[in-house]
Structures are given as C-alpha cells and as structure tokens.
C-alpha cells in the first residue's frame, strides 16, 4: 500500500472521537446504509482461528429510545437519589440518537471453540473479546466518516435481560457494549484529548 493510503487511515484513527449529544436526524444517511456498514464489520473483523462468535444488533427509531427508557427503569432502583437527576439526563441523552447498535459474543460459538481446541480453551473468550472491540471500532470509525456521531457505553450485564425480552435475542449472546449513533449538534465538538507520552508507551529494538 501507498504511503497516502496509509496517512489517510491513519488520519481516520485520529478523527474517531466520543461525540456527545446526537440526534435522530441522520441527514442523507439510510438505516440500510447503516446496516450494511454493520454487517460488513461484522463479516470481516478478525477472529481467533476464523470462530466467528461476534453477533450484533442494530435498533433504530423507537426501538431505540425503549432500549434506554428501560435502562432508565433499572436504574432507577440502583442509583442514589441525590445523583438521579444526572443518571436521568444521560438516559435522555442517548434516547435521543437515532441508534445503537449492540455488539455480543456467541458462547455457543466460544464452546465449540473449546472442545475442538482444549489446549486454548481458557483464552477463547478474552480472544473474541478482543474481536468485538476490533469491530466496535470499526463501525465507530465508519459511521464517523458518514458524517455522524457516535459513542460507546457499557450498560452489561443490567439491560441484558431486557434486550432478550424485547428483540428474542438467543440466551447465548452475552452482551459487551453499546455504539449509540446519530447526527452530530453543531457547535458540540469533541473536547480536546490529552496523551501520555508516546515515548512511555512505545518500545522498540534492533530498529
């Protein structure tokens, strides 16, 4: 590959950013075109020896906002009082996207993995762990080049439950995290990002 195609993805990997608050409006960008950005990470993101475990789901419009009113009504019996105002305006933050999507691994998947690869078998979950953030950052990162915002959140194992209740997800998917998307807010840019020197985080030898 050309040094150009190499500063330009690279320059992509600088411009992903947490982007907060978005909205529903998704300008010139279709539900299928996302959906088709979901399933290409989800076919060509790397896995330990090709198993293939990640699963995700994509909920749009009203499917979204129950999604987050839900998690609204978990948390409504965790959080204190004194901080459930803050909690509250958050969930109203992410029902206000357009989507999420909701990325998973397979443990059916994983345990086929570990009988026909004993010797590995303590590792199959930490390596398709690192499969899904692979492929969150992806989608992340290609939904930003669409022109839209995005954000991860963590809000497993609490909406687990819920998220098999409402859209039959199978008992075998162990949710991992949330992608929330939609359209960015003008005049809300992500804050400026500090770094620990590279120098402390980067070795090399024989260079």
């Not at 992509?12 to 010139?28: E, I």
């Not at 088709?36 to 419009?61: C, D, M, W, Y």
Request: proline share 4%; no cysteine.
């Amino acid at each position: 590959m050309s040094r150009l195609s190499t500063d330009m993805f690279l320059n992509m990997v600088r411009h992903r950013r947490s982007v907060y608050p978005l909205t529903k409006d998704l300008g010139s960008v279709t539900a299928q075109r996302i959906l088709s950005i979901v399933s290409e990470t989800a076919k060509h993101t790397p896995s330990a020896f090709n198993l293939q475990a990640n699963r995700t789901l994509v909920l749009f419009g009203a499917d979204n906002d129950k999604l987050w009113e839900e998690t609204r009504d978990i948390l409504r019996g965790l959080v204190a009082p004194d901080r459930w105002e803050g909690t509250s305006a958050r969930m109203d933050m992410l029902a206000a996207a357009a989507g999420t999507v909701l990325f998973f691994r397979d443990e059916p998947t994983l345990q086929a993995g570990r009988d026909r690869l004993p010797v590995f078998a303590d590792r199959l979950a930490g390596w398709a762990d690192q499969g899904l953030g692979m492929q969150q950052w992806i989608t992340w990162t290609a939904l930003e080049l669409e022109g839209l915002g995005a954000n991860l959140q963590h809000y497993n194992p609490l909406v687990d439950g819920k998220v098999r209740e409402h859209w039959g997800v199978p008992d075998g998917w162990v949710l991992d995290a949330q992608l929330v998307f939609g359209g960015r807010v003008e005049g809300h840019e992500p804050a400026e990002k500090s770094f620990v020197p590279v120098e402390d985080r980067v070795r090399s030898f024989g260079a």
